[in-house]
């Protein structure tokens, strides 16, 4: 069975960064997509950002263009989300989740259990 | 672009049939037969119960189906069970890639 833990979120001051990461494992990582999906304290979901199988391409949602990067290490089947410049609007529950392929456009799943990220002065 | 609207709540008896309609644009849902659905139990994960608009992944109960009308994708609970009580999200492709998610739907059974 596919496996996905995030890890890394915490409380962080606005303007400040922080860094997820999300362990792989039980499927050929290197061969899909994946994906971060974030949601507010009690609030929708929102797609936040996608990277290829390779890592070659990458893709955001206009809310954390230009702040958060995405990235993967297929060596170690690891995903990132590097997030700077963080505002209180950011804080929410980030999810990573596996494509259906190598290239973002079809479906999310398996999700993660989610890591919680508080934006707060 | 913003989320595709979904009605906030829908509710129904055990054994009835319920709805959720889906509706976005024809950037999205018009355009892409890759329409999603999700069900999120209270701090769970999502979890995918349809995608490309009427599939099932493996153990998904066949309860479930989804269809499109144009701009509007729906999903259908037959034979609603308690368990059926969550919050459900569709999603579809938008291009770029990018996705778009519903505003999502609390379905209560009564």
């Known amino acids: 069975e596919v496996q996905l833990l995030e890890s890394g979120g915490g409380l962080v001051q606005p303007g400040g960064s922080l860094r997820l990461s999300c362990a792989a494992s039980?499927?050929?990582?290197?061969?899909?997509?994946m994906s971060w999906v974030r949601q507010a304290p009690g609030k929708g979901l929102e797609w936040v950002s996608a990277?290829?199988?390779?890592?070659?391409?990458?893709y955001y949602a206009d809310s954390v263009k230009g702040r958060f990067t995405i990235s993967r290490d297929n060596s170690k089947n690891m995903l990132y989300l590097q997030m700077n410049s963080l505002r209180v609007e950011d804080t929410a529950v980030y999810y990573c989740a596996k494509e259906s392929t190598n290239w973002p456009e079809d479906r999310l799943d398996p999700w993660g259990q989610g890591t919680l990220v508080i934006v707060s002065s | 672009q913003s989320a595709l609207t979904q009605p906030a709540s829908v509710s129904g008896s055990p054994g009835q049939s319920i709805t959720i309609s889906c509706t976005g644009t024809s950037s999205d849902v018009g355009s892409y037969d890759l329409v999603s659905w999700y069900q999120q139990h209270p701090g769970k994960a999502p979890k995918l119960m349809i995608y490309?608009?009427?599939k099932r992944p493996s153990g998904v109960s066949n309860r479930f189906s989804g269809s499109k009308s144009g701009n509007t994708a729906s999903l259908t609970i037959s034979g609603l069970q308690a368990e059926d009580e969550a919050d459900y999200y569709c999603c579809s492709y938008a291009g770029s890639p990018t996705y778009f998610f519903g505003t999502g739907t609390k379905v209560t059974v009564l």
């Open positions: 990277i290829s199988g390779s890592g070659r391409s990458t």
């Open positions: 490309e608009v009427t």
């Open positions: 039980r499927f050929t990582f290197s061969s899909y997509a």
